[in-house]
């Protein structure tokens, strides 16, 4: 018998190789996959790539085939919009608990500690991918003590599930911006975002806070947009097989 800590690991390994698998296009929209076919291909036993089934069927990844196995899913602009959005709302609200109940000094600090590193990458003369890398670590890190501030589980839980989405994750497009002639003046409006929600969370303004997070996810769908209009870094997209090229209503 699987103790449960090692079912639970493998489980995850399941789910984060079969996903790699989707993102870097390995399976295409429309492709069939099941337990048995995923066996060899992964090389891990059906019971964690069941689960990890279920999970990228929870994430919006797959759907479900009533003849049985699961089906890759495409994705429209508008979908992968609506995604962000609603991880905008979720960061909102947290901003905005964390506003109005109040958040330990020591919390503040370690937010404000992120956003100086972040200050002194964004000074530099040059922006090259490993700088924007390391951004990618500090902008999680950032977005991660946002959720600890809301001091609610049940907040939290739901900022894991909503970035777990596709494309939704507040990091989801930042390599791709690195490539783009933008990227300075994205980042910079970012880092502002930041800065703001983190003061106004301090001066307990909770609907600023709000507005300022929900803002601040529609960067992302900027970046997108940008990343999906440029050949040169639309293949840069992680997923861009799944996303379907579309007017945006």
């Not at 870097?24 to 891990?44: A, F, H, T, Y």
């Not at 500090?138 to 900022?159: K, M, T, W, Y």
């Not at 933008?182 to 709000?210: F, K, N, P, S, Y």
């Amino acid at each position: 018998m699987v103790e449960p800590d090692r079912a639970s690991s493998q489980t995850v390994k399941a789910q984060l190789a079969l996903r790699d698998l989707i993102l870097s296009g390995g399976l295409k929209p429309g492709d069939r996959v099941s337990e048995l076919s995923l066996v060899d291909r992964l090389g891990m036993s059906r019971t964690p790539i069941r689960m990890a089934l279920v999970r990228l069927e929870d994430e919006g990844f797959l759907e479900a085939i009533p003849s049985g196995g699961f089906a890759i899913k495409a994705f429209t602009e508008r979908d992968v919009y609506d995604a962000i959005d609603l991880r905008g709302m979720v960061e909102g609200f947290a901003a905005r608990i964390a506003a109005e109940r109040g958040v330990p000094g020591g919390l503040i600090r370690d937010m404000k500690n992120v956003l100086r590193q972040i200050d002194d990458i964004a000074a530099l003369p040059d922006l090259s991918v490993d700088h924007f890398s390391e951004y990618v670590d500090l902008n999680g890190r950032f977005h991660a003590l946002l959720a600890e501030a809301a001091d609610s589980p049940v907040v939290r839980r739901q900022i894991e599930r909503v970035s777990n989405l596709p494309f939704a994750s507040p990091s989801g497009f930042v390599m791709v911006q690195a490539k783009l002639p933008e990227a300075r003046h994205i980042l910079t409006i970012a880092q502002d975002h930041h800065h703001c929600v983190v003061r106004a969370i301090e001066d307990r303004e909770g609907m600023r806070a709000e507005a300022l997070m929900r803002e601040h996810a529609r960067l992302a769908q900027r970046n997108l947009q940008l990343a999906l209009g440029n050949q040169g870094t639309r293949n840069l997209v992680p997923g861009v097989v799944l996303i379907r090229r579309g007017a945006v209503v």
